[in-house]
Structures are given as structure tokens and as C-alpha cells.
């Protein structure tokens, strides 16, 4: 069975503090997917990044950077220099790439940043 | 720009009503899914479908039904609604040729 586990429930950091968000997920498939989504106040989902798990490259987006590693089976997020607009709900989830469609979701860290 | 359009954003029925939960989506994606989201629960999958007039039941289908009469267009039925059903719900759609959801704006339901 597949689980994704966020263990942050809720995080406040200040503006321009850096951020780590947390996932640790479990799978027995060799081949997955592990994403990042963003849930704003609008209630919208946005997705963020997608990678496969033979690419254990991090990845860096303008202020948002993510750190997988399979040994530890987890998919980091961090936000460096955080601004109020970050304030969210974020959520990690695990889709295997046999069936590519069903997705399992962690339960999600709810961020505020304050000004 | 690719949408998932819920019909409602928020609504409010009474105990026992039959309701309705409209999903369209303009991507021309194969896969369809309905999900309800509550606090400390997260995502939880009700149903799901692959095709046109094909369903998968999810983790918790119990007191919902689907339909998918048209490929762009997955409605999700509560056919009794109770109060424990009052959540946030969010339809999303994926193609095989791509491993992502694309999550509509969901629908907040509150059942009195």
C-alpha cells in the first residue's frame, strides 16, 4: 500500500525566514511519481513539480528548491526568503507510474507567513 | 488555459436532499476523479473513472454515486445527503500522456 506522510501540520514562520516542508512516502513499485501542490485561501489546487523516481536531482524554482532522496524516501520542499504570499496549504503526493492515475495524498501542512 | 470547472463553489442543502456536484473539464483528459477534502484528513478519493460510462469506487464511496455520460463531464451524486457529508470537494482530471492532476476550484458543501 502507498502512504505519504506529512508530519507538519501547521508551520508560521516570518516573512523572509527560509521553510522546510516535509514528506516522507512509502511504495513498493520502483517506478513512481512524487508531487507538490499548492492549495491557497482560494481553495484551488496548483500543482507545483513532478518527479520520477530515477531523477534524484534536486530541483530549484526561484525561491522554491525540493531535495528527494530515496534513501530516506522522502521529498522535501523548501521555501528560502518566504513572503506572505506563500501562505497555503500544501500537500505531497505519490502516484505510481504503472497505472499513472490514482494519486494518494498527505494530509497536507497548512503555512502562514507572517508580515 | 486548460480548466477544471466546478459548478458551484459553495452550497447549502437540507438532510435528505438529493444533490448534485457538476465537474466539466476542457483537456480532453481520459481520467476523472472526485475527492473530498477535510481538516486533518486531507484528500481522500470518493470515486473515479477511466472512461466514458466507467466508474472505480475509491477509498470512501459509501453515500455517493457518479456519472459519466460525456468524456468532459463527471458529476458526483449524493443521493441522500447527511450531515457528515459536508466537506469541501474537488474534481480533477489527468491523461495517461501526463502524470499530473489538474484540480478544479471545489465545491464547499455544508448539509443542515
Known amino acids: 500500500a502507498q502512504k505519504v506522510t506529512q508530519a507538519q501540520t501547521e508551520i508560521s514562520v516570518v516573512e523572509k525566514e527560509d521553510v522546510t516542508l516535509d514528506c516522507v512516502y512509502e511504495?513498493?513499485?520502483?517506478?513512481?511519481?512524487l508531487f507538490w501542490y499548492k492549495q491557497p485561501p482560494s481553495g484551488e489546487l496548483v500543482f507545483l513539480i513532478r518527479?520520477?523516481?530515477?531523477?534524484?536531482q534536486n530541483e530549484i524554482s526561484g525561491r522554491y528548491s525540493w531535495n528527494f532522496q530515496k534513501s530516506t524516501s522522502s521529498f522535501n520542499f523548501t521555501i528560502t526568503a518566504s513572503q506572505v504570499v506563500d501562505s497555503a496549504v500544501y500537500f505531497c503526493?505519490?502516484?505510481?507510474?504503472?497505472?499513472?492515475?490514482?494519486?494518494?495524498f498527505g494530509t497536507g501542512t497548512s503555512l502562514t507567513v507572517i508580515p | 488555459d486548460v480548466k477544471v470547472t466546478q459548478s458551484s463553489r459553495y452550497l447549502v442543502k437540507r438532510t435528505g436532499e438529493k444533490v448534485f456536484l457538476e465537474c466539466v473539464q476542457d483537456m480532453d483528459h481520459e481520467n476523472m476523479f472526485w475527492y473530498r477534502q477535510d481538516p486533518g484528513l486531507g484528500l481522500r478519493l470518493i470515486y473515479f473513472s477511466y472512461d466514458v460510462k466507467m466508474k472505480e469506487k475509491g477509498d470512501i464511496p459509501e453515500g455517493y454515486s457518479v456519472s459519466r455520460e460525456k468524456k468532459e463531464r463527471f458529476s458526483l451524486i449524493l443521493e441522500s445527503a447527511s450531515t457528515n457529508q459536508t466537506s469541501m470537494y474537488l474534481c480533477?482530471?489527468?491523461?495517461?500522456?501526463?502524470?499530473?492532476?489538474?484540480f478544479g476550484s471545489g465545491t464547499r458543501l455544508t448539509v443542515v
Open positions: 518527479r520520477n523516481s530515477f531523477d534524484e
Open positions: 480533477a482530471s489527468s491523461s495517461p500522456r501526463y502524470y499530473g492532476y489538474t
Open positions: 511504495t513498493r513499485d520502483t517506478t513512481y511519481y
Open positions: 503526493a505519490l502516484s505510481e507510474a504503472v497505472t499513472g492515475n490514482q494519486f494518494y
